[in-house]
């Protein structure tokens, strides 16, 4: 044991009192005051940029695809009401999207969804493969339209 704590004489859960001196715990601690002024804020939902983010989404058919349903937030989401959004980079490959998609539909943890890809006859592997290239040239675009913004930091 700790010599240190040899000159305690008396502790209790709101209090403790050394021989030379004591400290009494406050009952209770307030929150710090909200800060006044607020960070400034992009385009909103009624902005034209935004319409016309919004106008692009209904056009692309990749908010539409079912394979995609679970890689959508590393595109514009229409529901938030700012822009520029930020946004993950899309998954790498056609094998990572599917594992993604298959992890996704809870069909089964991400090593049942490599096997699955094994299995995978090689057509379905090339509509992955379409797919995956058409997210990332639709996230490219997006990017370049002001829509989203990246937030990852190792790019």
Known sequence: ?????????SCSSTSCSLKSESFEAPATVSPPEP????????????????K???????SVKH???SGLKHSLD???????????QSARYPVGNNKALFIEWYQGEKKGTY??????????????KQDWSK??????TEYDKQLKKGFIQNNSMDI
């Open 74 to 84: 590393c595109l514009f989401n229409p529901a938030n009401p700012t822009i520029p």
């Open 111 to 124: 090593l049942d969804g490599a096997a699955e890809w094994k299995k995978m006859k090689k057509k379905e």
């Open 63 to 65: 908010y539409k695809h």
């Open 35 to 50: 800060s006044i002024t607020r960070a400034a804020q992009g385009p909103t939902s009624q902005s034209q940029s935004f």
């Open 131 to 136: 797919l995956s290239k058409g997210l990332m």
């Open 1 to 9: 044991m700790n010599n240190s704590t040899s000159s305690l004489s």
């Open 52 to 58: 016309e983010a919004v106008a692009h989404c209904k």
